[in-house]
């Protein structure tokens, strides 16, 4: 019997490359350096392991894969190793011959004394133990153990759990010492907050504790790398140590105690809280998640997800979900609950009248960034075909003309596969890559990963624009191209091939390189000329782009035209022939001509009373960049019809609320930032409607036609679409701004969001929360001595609209920048200050008296992420 | 054979009617034997009293003692292992023996237990250690009574009663919670929530080895449940952490 394995060359192995050797009696012929173990899993043998993992490096901790193993010696004669070997670390040599403990006595009897030895201090804690059911323990001890027990003596014990942050705890009893969950912190995540400590019979797991292991100086830096419950090093990772563990030692707060393998009923999904759509499991028990694991799917996340993906899901079901559609009352002026067909009627008549054909002012929609592909077609062709405008904008965040253009030029169209594309894996092959306004870290949690996977095989080298060096980015042994925010556009430009020697000539020499990559943020948004500067990089370099947006359904969104300028397809609003092209799909006389409006064009229309009415899917007004202004233009404009899972800020001032359906309550499809379809089926039986069928019924009750009411018929009428073979959007071309002038006394604002902030699709899960990191502001020490500021203590960040108090930390950065998280708890940069990157803020130490040690701002904690509507 | 006396393949004068089936013959079987009885044919006075005979046996039973149960309005006990409705147990201080592993639910064939278990905390300790059953159901419709549950149960803490008298008018009904399927308190329990014995283990519960309400217990129960039923009850008894029971 051979076995190829076509995935690790590309489609066949050369057989100068094979080497062949018996495994129980069957000639397997496997690449070079495959180990013992995974070539017995080709064969299907199985061999008992813990500590093995094909994503971990080997390590040969537990000892459980012993097998028999034979050599030829020089003159070709066999002979027996004298003991048994860990299979999960012997690599395979011509002619060996590998006895398991299917053909072998020894194999057998050297396992089960294996698993003897690791029970000796195992408690019998199956029935209280989490892991009981889907335990590799449970099950080995079972197929390659003793089914007595000779153990008389006296077990080591520990007490029982503790917390190594708020989400995880630790049961050090039952731990085999396998060590994945702490290779995997140092190998993949790069946070080893864990630690191997103590020797002999007393090793154990344990906090990475200054008193046990003695950090050698390297303690942490002050308040900024605590995490909320103020402990060091909080992984973003840490949530895949406990799906790893072998054993019940590592178990999840939340999760505690709530059900068994047998119980749960698991669906697939995908994570709904970035850009990157890593694959999921959500197990679900009585119509209730229950817990979320990481699925495996090689091409995006392999085995792995953020902790935000895991835990953070009770937003679904939250208790202001909202059940029934709600009708603001005539009488009494406040929202009532009201049948569907009531809300359609009153929601379709307001529109209709709203609408330019009706006699309105027309009627401006914002999607909101979240939604599946499906649902932000529906509004694209809701807009277009219904209320006939292009008054469309997906973006919840600050966004620009310029932008558009950049979506429409480099975005719109390039799918996986396609020409000028890029994937996780041309990130982990590729010899450099160039982080512009992206810290991978916090904004795509997954595509972290990948680039530390590439840093640490030493194929990649990471670069990163921005104004300060994060940790994420100390964890790649990326380079800072330090940039003050603003000044992107100028930094970008400088890298070219005549740069003088050194930093920048470094990062063009890289970018030529073929496979070189540009990981461009959406917050480059906000920086006029910064997309200008990053597509002439791109052009000087030969480098491939990909846009990294922060929200799951902002990809989708550039493909199926939920933005001002674009068709679906990417096809552009102010092209004739794609507008017929799509309008003969669509089976309407005409599409609008006039261009459409941005987000914030529309909330300015709206407040202005140019607008009638606004469509709005799930927006979170405090996401916007000037929340005050948002929440004037929804009370100023004269009907508004909000599609929400939960109630809002929009749902309070909306004259019609219809409820759609959260990801698990319907199946949809996300478009990752590589622009790889991620399907994924309902988990939960609900009565609860898409959005694109919400829509569909409205458009219904307006008398018109969509078209959208299943699935089924969306996906056939963007297959009907098609692509679009003809001419992109015009690349933009913007300027730089001109600095501003600086007071004394006043900084720049450098901001993103944390991946765990005070986001609302966070909400309800205090044990994530507490593994957030603390809130800090950042200066350089000299700015922090120009403003009289001290490392540690409180700074109160103000504009003309407000402020904050937060900590400070100083970090090597620009001088003249403050850096602030844009959502976190006490510290909404968007509501407090009405201010965000690149705006000019003034710094002061806090008054000591002053009652604003915390943020003064209090409508800053739902802020951030909007319900995907 | 004497009776065997048509051939099936001789010809009925209606040939089509004579089909052939791959078995053998449709409407008798190949070999078709007479019957012969095998008890002896009674001579004599038993021939002649062979029509009333039957009646001997009504006769003697009349005589014998009579087993017939004048069930509902006399009860007999019934066997000592009859497998009657379930209960869930406790220890000497009132401390549920659930844990709530589910493992009796796992163990279930018809799906009839549901379990939830939950966190106990030194404000709410239900059970020894760790874990508690905070729901605990038994669906009567479809218990079959089989008693693999009480096999699972590494606690003893589901056990068997012999009642049995579990009819009733509605579906819901018929679904017993924890609070119905929770042994009476034993005599100086206290209710839980309360903590464990001082310097006992949830071993030490396991292995008998805690036999009453400790003094301790019954003050915290004072504090935080002045009014609770069970505390006038709750005697004193020796509690007997065991020094060595550190094993597991």
Redesign the interface.
Same mark, same amino acid.
Request: charged share 40%; proline share 14%; net charge positive.
């Given at each position: 019997m051979t076995i190829t394995t076509p995935k690790q060359a590309g489609g066949g192995v050369a057989p100068s490359n094979l080497v062949t050797f018996q495994i129980d009696e069957l000639e397997v012929s496997v690449p070079k350096g495959t180990l013992v173990i995974r070539a017995a899993e080709q064969v299907g043998i199985q061999i008992p392991r813990f500590c093995d993992h094909p994503l971990l490096e080997p390590a040969g901790a537990c000892r459980q894969c012993l097998v028999d193993v034979s050599m030829p010696d020089r003159e070709g004669n066999l002979r027996p190793m004298p003991k048994p070997q860990a299979s999960c670390t012997l690599t395979v040599a011509p002619g060996m011959v590998v006895k398991t403990q299917r053909t072998s006595a020894m194999a057998d009897k050297a396992q089960h004394g294996v698993m003897e030895l690791l029970l000796i201090n195992h @408690?019998?804690?199956? @029935?209280?133990c989490d892991k =009981? =059911?889907e335990c590799p323990l449970q099950n080995q001890a079972m197929s390659n153990g003793r089914s007595t027990s000779r153990f008389v &003596?006296? %077990?080591r014990?520990y007490p %029982? @759990?503790i917390s190594i942050s708020t989400e995880i705890l630790l049961d050090r009893?039952r731990c085999v010492l396998c060590q994945r969950c702490t290779r995997f912190q140092e190998q993949i995540a790069g946070d080893p907050f864990i630690a191997l400590q103590d020797r002999g019979a007393r090793s154990q797991i344990g906090l990475f504790s200054a008193d046990v292991l003695g950090f050698g100086g390297d303690v942490p830096a002050g308040p900024a790398a605590l995490d909320e419950s103020g402990r060091p090093f909080a992984s973003y990772f840490s949530g895949n140590t406990i799906q790893i563990c072998p054993v019940g030692a590592l178990t999840n707060a939340s999760y505690? /105690?709530?059900?068994?393998p /047998? &119980?749960l009923v698991s669906t697939p999904g995908i994570g709904e809280h970035d850009s990157c759509g890593s694959a999921i499991r959500i197990d679900h028990r009585r119509g209730a998640v229950l817990r979320r694991m990481a699925g495996d799917d090689a091409s995006v996340n392999e085995e792995w997800i953020t902790d935000k993906d895991r835990f953070a899901f009770t937003w679904q079901s939250a208790p202001d979900r909202i059940a029934t559609p709600l009708v603001r009352d005539e009488t009494t002026g406040q929202l009532r609950s009201a049948s569907w067909a009531e809300a359609l009627d009153v929601a379709a008549a307001g529109l209709a009248a709203a609408t330019t054909a009706g006699g309105g002012h027309g009627v401006g929609v914002l999607p909101g960034g979240r939604l599946t592909l499906e649902d932000s077609y529906a509004y694209a062709k809701f807009a277009r075909a219904v209320l006939g405008t292009n008054d469309v904008d997906q973006r919840v965040r600050p966004h620009s003309a310029e932008e558009d253009a950049f979506l429409g030029h480099a975005v719109a169209g390039r799918t996986v596969g396609g020409a000028g594309s890029v994937t996780f894996t041309d990130l982990e092959q590729a010899p450099t890559v160039l982080l512009v306004a992206l810290e991978a870290e916090e904004e795509a949690g997954v595509t972290y990963l990948r680039l530390r996977k590439g840093v640490l095989a030493g194929r990649t080298a990471v670069f990163s624009v921005a104004p300060l060096a994060s940790r994420g980015l100390d964890r790649i042994s990326g380079t800072l191209v330090a940039a003050a925010p603003g000044t992107e556009p100028e930094v970008l430009d400088a890298i070219t091939g005549s740069a003088p020697l050194g930093q920048l000539r470094t990062v063009a020499d890289g970018l030529t390189t073929a496979g070189s990559v540009i990981l461009v943020g959406e917050r480059l948004a906000a920086v006029p000329g910064g997309f200008t500067a990053v597509l002439r990089l791109a052009e000087r370099t030969g480098a491939r782009l990909a846009w990294i947006p922060r929200r799951a359904g902002e990809r989708g969104g550039v493909e199926t035209g939920a933005l001002p300028g674009l068709l679906p397809g990417g096809r552009p609003v102010s092209d004739a022939r794609a507008r017929v092209d799509v309008a003969a799909a669509w089976d309407v006389p005409s599409l609008p001509t006039t261009a459409g409006r941005t987000t914030t064009e529309i909330l300015r229309a709206a407040r202005k009373g140019k607008l009638s009415a606004l469509v709005v899917g799930g927006v979170e007004l405090a996401d916007l960049p000037d929340p005050a202004k948002a929440v004037r233009a929804i009370e100023k404009v004269g009907f508004v019809v909000s599609l929400e899972v939960r109630a809002s800020a929009v749902t309070e001032l909306a004259d019609v609320v219809l409820p759609v359906a959260p990801p698990t309550e319907k199946a949809g499809t996300y478009l990752n930032w590589e622009g790889r379809p991620r399907p994924f089926p309902q988990a939960l039986a609900s009565t609860a409607l898409a959005d694109h069928r919400a829509l569909d019924a409205l458009a219904a009750a307006m008398g018109a036609e969509l078209g959208l009411r299943t699935i089924t018929a969306v996906h056939a009428e963007i297959d009907q679409l098609g692509a679009w073979d003809g001419a992109r959007i015009d690349a933009p071309v913007e300027s730089a701004a001109e600095p501003t002038e600086l007071a004394p006394g006043q900084a720049v604002l450098a901001s993103w969001h944390l991946l765990l902030d005070a986001g609302r699709l966070q909400d309800g899960e205090r044990f994530l929360a507490g593994t957030a990191k603390r809130t800090v502001a950042r200066t350089s020490a000299a700015t922090a001595t120009a403003a009289g500021l001290t490392d540690g203590e409180l700074v109160r960040v103000s504009s003309a609209h407000g402020s904050v108090t937060v900590r400070l930390a100083v970090t090597a950065m620009p001088d003249l920048v403050v850096w602030l998280p844009t959502n976190a708890p006490d510290c909404a940069v968007r509501t407090s200050l009405r201010a965000d990157a690149g705006d000019v803020v003034q710094l002061a130490p806090a008054d000591p008296a002053g009652d604003d040690v915390v943020s003064t701002d209090s409508a800053g904690s739902d802020n951030n992420d909007e319900v995907s509507a | 054979m004497a009776d065997d006396a048509r051939d099936p393949k001789e010809p009925t004068g209606d040939a089509e009617v004579a089909q052939t089936h791959p078995g053998g013959d449709l409407d008798r079987p190949v070999e078709a034997a007479g019957f012969e009885s095998l008890i002896e044919a009674k001579t004599g006075l038993g021939e002649m009293l062979a029509p009333v005979a039957g009646f001997g046996v009504t006769f003697s039973a009349m005589f014998r003692p009579t087993i017939t149960e004048q069930y509902p309005f006399e009860r007999v006990p019934t066997k000592p292992r009859f497998h009657g409705r379930h209960q869930l147990n406790r220890y000497a201080d009132g401390l549920e023996k659930c844990i709530g592993c589910e493992l009796c639910a796992w163990a279930c064939p018809a799906d009839a237990i549901y379990v939830e278990g939950a966190s106990n905390s030194p404000e709410a300790q239900f059970s020894p250690g760790e874990r508690y059953g905070r729901v605990y159901q038994i669906n009567y419709l479809r218990c079959i009574f089989c008693g693999l549950c009480i096999e699972a149960c590494p606690t003893r803490a589901l056990t068997m009663t012999n009642e049995f008298e579990l009819a009733g008018p509605t579906r819901e009904g018929l679904i017993w919670e924890k609070q119905d399927l929770l042994a009476p308190m034993p005599v100086g329990a206290l209710a839980a929530p309360h903590p464990m014995a001082p310097g006992a283990t949830d071993t030490d519960y396991y292995r008998g080895e805690v036999t009453g309400t400790a003094e301790e217990q019954i003050d915290w129960v004072r504090e935080f449940r002045p009014d609770d039923p069970t505390l006038p009850g709750a005697a004193t008894a020796t509690t007997a952490p065991a020094e060595q029971g550190r094993t597991r």
């Open positions: @408690p019998l804690d199956c @029935p209280v =009981g =059911g &003596d006296i %077990k014990t %029982k @759990p009893e505690r /105690f709530r059900s068994r /047998f &119980d | -």
